[in-house]
């Protein structure tokens, strides 16, 4: 009698998995996304997502990681830009449509994941305040070089300024999130645009 041959058993695609995690991240946050709504978006069990991914707070930590993996490159662009005003305008417009998209949850992951948390969720509240205070960083020192460069004016406040260009970016998924279409985001960007200071 021939030995029968097994099937290969279906392989996990823990990418597919992980992206499925971040989109409900994305859509209800960190503390709004509970373990069976994970489970059943990514196809396993609580063991198993355990044994693959950790902890809830790894599994949101590598979901961020991907999210970022596809959004980062955006701001690298914009910061690349060579003068000021198209730096903000790149990065607005690029997060207006980024945070509309048909295909993915409305606004930010970065933005909603931290929306609402305990103190058990602390640590990842903090990760997210870290990150975005990166971004407005650099946006900061790239605002100081555009003075030295002659593009801004001399008495422009470079972290008054970064810091308002994020809290336009910020308010602008929070806005997305709750419902708000491309062009309404767009049409901030345009006010946002047209009081730019001229160097």
Request: hydrophobic share 40%; glycine share 8%.
């Amino acid at each position: 009698m021939k030995e029968r041959k097994l099937g290969r058993p279906r392989t996990f695609d823990a990418d597919s998995a992980l992206d499925k995690a971040m989109k409900v991240f994305w859509e209800k946050g960190y503390e709004g996304s509970s373990l069976p709504e994970l489970t059943e978006a990514m196809g396993m069990n609580r063991p198993s997502l355990y044994a693959v991914f950790g902890n809830k707070e790894n599994l949101f930590r590598m979901a961020l990681e991907r999210y970022g993996a596809s959004h980062d490159p955006l701001f690298d662009a914009a910061l690349e830009k060579s003068r000021a005003r198209e730096v903000v305008e790149h990065f607005l417009r690029g997060n207006a449509n980024a945070q509309t998209e048909e295909e993915n949850p409305h606004g930010c992951l970065v933005i909603n994941g931290a929306l609402a948390c305990s103190d058990d969720a602390l640590p990842i509240r903090n990760s997210l305040i870290e990150r975005r205070a990166a971004a407005e960083a650099r946006l900061r020192e790239r605002f100081e070089r555009a003075k030295q460069e002659g593009d801004l004016p001399a008495d422009f406040c470079a972290g008054q300024m970064a810091r308002y260009v994020m809290t336009i970016s910020n308010g602008m998924a929070v806005q997305a999130a709750a419902g708000a279409t491309r062009q309404q985001l767009q049409e901030v960007v345009d006010q946002v645009l047209h009081g730019w200071p001229a160097a």
